[in-house]
T-cell receptor
Framework: GNSVTQMEGPVTLSEEAFLTINCTYT??????LFWYVQYPGEGLQLLLK?????DKGSNKGFEATYRKETTSFHLEKGSVQVSDSAVYFC???????????FGKGTKLTVNP | GAVVSQHPSWVICKSGTSVKIECRSL??????MFWYRQFPKQSLMLMAT?????????EQGVEKDKFLINHASLTLSTLTVTSAHPEDSSFYIC?????????????FGPGTRLTVL
């Protein structure tokens, strides 16, 4: 079945540090891939997405590239801010299905 | 656009009572809505998928008689936790699909924190 594996946290960084959160997936066919962010006490917000191989999703300085050869969708940001502190979830859905499969989430804390 | 609301945002109830949580799509019609449960420091667990006018499809291990889902219209789905117990305390999140996205994007509500005493 489909599954998503992302690096376990928590991750603690200083402001302006470089961020990478690894995400790999297992799926048949060609899934769409997503990163969601959950700020404290809130629901999930879509951060970025990629729907086919080699697509790069980007938003708010975050980027992730759909790598079919390595089945990965790692999240990166060149310079994190305190306001980026949140839990980040990698997810996929299989073409034609509305169901999302989530990774376990990675908590990021950015200190000033 | 694509805003999903939940009500209430938090609720505290006594053991044995029932609690209803509403999920509304404010500016679009949702062909499908999903209900998730999130435990502390864990991922989201899909509980059920609901389509307007039909019975919800529950995931394996979710008690459908305990978690009643009604999708009465294209903008409203409700989750009722019946005879709640402390172990039902959790963060419940709904999401909705417009059915118009090529990749079936889900829009999430802000969640409802349920505490059962």
């Amino acid at each position: 079945g489909n599954s998503v594996t992302q690096m376990e946290g928590p991750v603690t960084l200083s402001e302006e540090a470089f961020l990478t959160i690894n995400c790999t997936y297992t799926a048949t066919g060609y899934p769409s891939l997503f990163w969601y962010v959950q700020y404290p006490g809130e629901g999930l917000q879509l951060l970025l997405k990629a729907t086919k191989a080699d697509d790069k999703g980007s938003n708010k300085g975050f980027e992730a590239t759909y790598r079919k050869e390595t089945t990965s969708f790692h999240l990166e940001k060149g310079s994190v801010q305190v306001s980026d502190s949140a839990v980040y979830f990698c997810a996929l859905n299989q073409g034609g299905s509305e169901k999302l499969v989530f990774g376990k989430g990675t908590k990021l804390t950015v200190n000033p | 656009g694509a805003v999903v609301s939940q009500h209430p945002s938090w609720v505290i109830c006594k053991s044995g009572t029932s609690v209803k949580i509403e999920c509304r799509s404010l500016d679009f019609q949702a062909t499908t809505m999903f209900w998730y449960r999130q435990f502390p420091k864990q991922s989201l667990m899909l509980m059920a998928t609901s389509n307007e006018g039909s019975k919800a499809t529950y995931e394996q291990g979710v008690e459908k008689d305990k978690f009643l889902i009604n999708h009465a219209s294209l903008t409203l789905s409700t989750l009722t936790v019946t005879s709640a117990h402390p172990e039902d305390s959790s963060f419940y999140i709904c999401s909705a699909c417009t059915g118009q996205s090529s990749y079936n994007e889900q829009f999430f509500g802000p969640g409802t924190r349920l505490t059962v005493l």
